[in-house]
């Protein structure tokens, strides 16, 4: 079994090709199945976030995996011309079990230290294993994930001083506007990402916000939070002319805020700005706004680049967490190579059990009848016999499994043991 790792991130591909590779709560469950369908797939795991898009799989040792992810790929997203060589990277076994320990601990993240990532992973993780499409290798590899993650955050305080996508979008609200009392802000969807932002506004001292969402039970529960207002989700659009900032990150897969909307607006205002903040992926608003004179639009490549300083600043840190990872990526490679010894462990003690009965045998047409006692004696003895031949070299391939150049001296011993004939 091999393990692949396909994907894209914010910094491989931009948004606009992010967007439209993503794969919401709707389409994942069919898309793992379809996935799983590719020609020497065996288990299968995709992520799909703001930033990134990524396609996990374990394979057969000698199935093209990427030839198996492109075909996919195509499959589900008919209509998009796909560069796999220019904004995709490609990681297998111990790499692409560092990436995974990694993308857990949020070293790879836009926002290093961020904790949103690892609950995104878990929710995927939980996804793949209802649809029956994650086996106990990659569920293996997926909770070790999740333990290191863990120790990082444990041993390290990367996640202390991080800041998020969400900050760096009200941070940016304060350098237009200034003070943001008085503000009028509103907020498109009532996600995690908005509830982040809600808390960032209302310490930076934004008094007048409103909440609109698809499901207005959960907007009216994000409102009770921050003693905000709702607005119904299909009139949100006549309140624009009112609004200083929004902040949109609705799980729509299309524009709910047009150039048209943004124009018309913009012109009841008499020139005030306004300032829109677009953290979703699919983008909610139309990118042409960002040329309208006095209308500030930035997405969520823009906030990348706003909290760059923020990466460079926790670099010791970083480096500490690294390490980490180096450490228990060691420690599960080694774990895996011995589990792959395990089925010739196995055959290897079959036969020598196939051999100890044909002696046995053997030795039964020679002596003639034999009590009871004296059957159970020779089983005895012939079993302590074998087990002790044994022992040793199966010691002895565990430990070389463990190994990263075992592999040659586990199949001498192997021939050893079976008398220098073929497969085991």
Known sequence: MKLHVTGLNHRTAPVELRERLAFDEKSLPAALRELREQSGFHETFILSTCN?????????????????????????????RLDLDRHFYHFEDREAIRHLFRVASSLDSMVVGEPQILGQLKDAWSVAKEEGVLGQYLDTIMTRAFSVAKRVRTE????????????????????????????????????KMSELAARHLHRSGADKICVTNRTRARAEEMAALF??????????HRTLPDTDIVIASSGAPHYIITEALVREARTKRKGRPIFLIDIAVPRNIEPSVNALENVFLYDIDDLGRVVEQNRKGRQAEAEAAEAIVAEEVDKLVARLRVREAAPMIVAIQEHLEKMRQAEVQRLRSKLGALTVQQEEAIEALTKSMMAKV???????????????DGWPEIEAIRRALRGGEGDA
């Open 227 to 236: 003693h905000a207002s709702i607005v119904d989700y299909e009139q949100f």
């Open 156 to 191: 390290t305080t990367i996640g202390e001083s991080a800041v998020s996508v969400s900050f760096a979008a009200v941070e940016l609200a304060r350098e237009i506007f200034g003070s943001l009392k008085g503000c009028r802000v509103m907020l498109i969807g009532a996600g």
């Open 390 to 404: 044994a022992h040793g070299p199966i010691r002895e391939i565990r430990r070389l499994a463990a190994a990263e």
């Open 52 to 80: 990134r898009v990524e396609i996990v799989v374990a394979a057969d040792e000698h199935t093209d995996a990427d030839r198996g992810v492109a075909g996919f790929l195509e499959q589900s997203r008919p209509g998009h």
